[in-house]
């Protein structure tokens, strides 16, 4: 059975997204973590290898110039969010 394109678009919205967090948490400066960042030397490989995926996974779906444009809005929409989570996340780790 084949993958309706609605499916496969929302995997790579996922897979973007999770990328995006990845890369937010291997960040020293993040606020998700209260240990700070990862402790790995290429602590960035697992969120680009989701970006990635991600971008391959919207290529086929779409043309390329609308797939480059929405999974850029998406990486900069969650990007953008995701250091007002860990500050609201780090405000509650400290009222505790």
């Known amino acids: 059975?084949?993958?309706?394109?609605?499916?496969?678009?929302?995997l790579a919205a996922l897979a973007g997204t999770l990328g995006t967090m990845l890369l937010y948490v291997a960040s020293p400066q993040q606020q998700w973590r209260a240990a700070g960042p990862w402790p790995s030397r290429r602590r960035w490989l697992p969120g680009s290898a989701c970006l990635a995926l991600s971008l391959a996974l919207l290529l086929p779906v779409m043309g390329s110039g609308a797939a480059v444009f929405a999974w850029l809005t998406l990486l900069m929409l969650v990007g953008s969010a995701a250091p007002f989570l860990g500050a609201w996340r780090a405000r509650r780790r400290r009222a505790r």
């Open 1 to 10: 059975m084949m993958v309706g394109a609605g499916w496969i678009a929302l």
